[in-house]
């Protein structure tokens, strides 16, 4: 990011500290009417025809991006879906881990996608498997509600899972405490729904 003398056009399309728009000028002027107020020339849009410039306290502007990448890194996954893969033969210890995985996303606010993947003749067996995927759930129901009934789709029988509210959400497998989402995501207070692999 250019700043003041660093800025290499010869004219820019100026926006002044308010936001309002200065207009297209030489880059000279603009820089006077930076210094004149004590402030910045910052080229924001490089890439612009001419390149658009605010007038802004620089010191300023870098600390607030700074704080809404923090922000953003520390957000928590509101929104966010964390993919389990399951298997029907899977034995005590896999399936602990697992569980202790699922209920640390849904204390934190993420869903949980729950995939019983069905291999060869596992496929006769749907039944049994469906079965399981309703154990899954029940072992998970002091954290979580189903959003519908379980599902085949391809070979796999998948279950969304929703964390409950804060204050009703209860720890088995961690020792984890519940976070809200809500009292921590960004100023923006937008976020994208993501899919991640299995854990």
Same mark, same amino acid.
């Given at each position: 990011?250019? &700043?003041?003398?660093?800025?290499?056009?010869?004219?820019?399309?100026?926006?002044?500290?308010?936001?309002?728009?200065?207009?297209?000028?030489?880059?000279?002027?603009?820089?006077?009417?930076?210094?004149?107020?004590?402030?910045?020339? /910052?080229? &924001?849009?490089?890439? @612009?025809?001419?390149?658009?410039?605010?007038?802004?306290?620089?010191?300023?502007?870098?600390?607030?991006?700074?704080?809404?990448?923090?922000?953003?890194?520390?957000?928590?996954?509101?929104?966010? /879906?964390?993919?389990?893969?399951?298997?029907?033969?899977?034995? +005590?210890?896999?399936?602990?881990?697992?569980?202790?995985?699922?209920?640390?996303?849904?204390?934190?606010?993420?869903? /949980?996608?729950?995939?019983?993947?069905?291999?060869?003749?596992?496929?006769?067996?749907?039944?049994?498997? +469906?079965?399981? /995927?309703?154990?899954?759930?029940?072992?998970?129901?002091?954290? @979580?509600?189903?959003?519908?009934?379980?599902?085949?789709?391809?070979?796999?029988?998948?279950?969304?899972?929703?964390?409950?509210?804060?204050?009703?959400?209860?720890?088995?497998?961690?020792?984890?405490?519940?976070?809200?989402?809500?009292?921590?995501?960004?100023?923006?207070?937008?976020?994208?729904?993501?899919?991640?692999?299995?854990?």
């Amino acid at each position: 990011m250019r &700043i003041n003398q660093r800025i290499r056009a010869r004219e820019v399309m100026a926006v002044g500290p308010k936001g309002e728009s200065l207009g297209v000028m030489p880059t000279q002027k603009a820089l006077e009417i930076a210094r004149h107020n004590g402030l910045d020339l /910052v080229e &924001i849009s490089p890439n @612009a025809r001419p390149p658009v410039c605010k007038i802004l306290e620089y010191g300023k502007f870098k600390y607030e991006q700074a704080k809404r990448e923090k922000e953003k890194k520390s957000s928590p996954a509101i929104n966010k /879906v964390k993919e389990l893969k399951f298997h029907l033969n899977i034995d +005590e210890h896999d399936y602990l881990v697992k569980m202790k995985h699922a209920e640390q996303f849904l204390l934190k606010g993420m869903k /949980v996608k729950l995939m019983m993947v069905l291999r060869g003749r596992e496929m006769m067996r749907k039944e049994w498997a +469906e079965k399981r /995927v309703g154990e899954i759930q029940k072992d998970l129901e002091h954290v @979580a509600l189903a959003d519908n009934e379980p599902k085949l789709v391809g070979r796999n029988i998948n279950l969304m899972l929703t964390p409950l509210p804060v204050n009703k959400r209860k720890t088995r497998f961690t020792n984890e405490d519940a976070e809200d989402p809500e009292l921590q995501q960004p100023e923006s207070g937008t976020s994208e729904q993501t899919s991640e692999t299995e854990v």
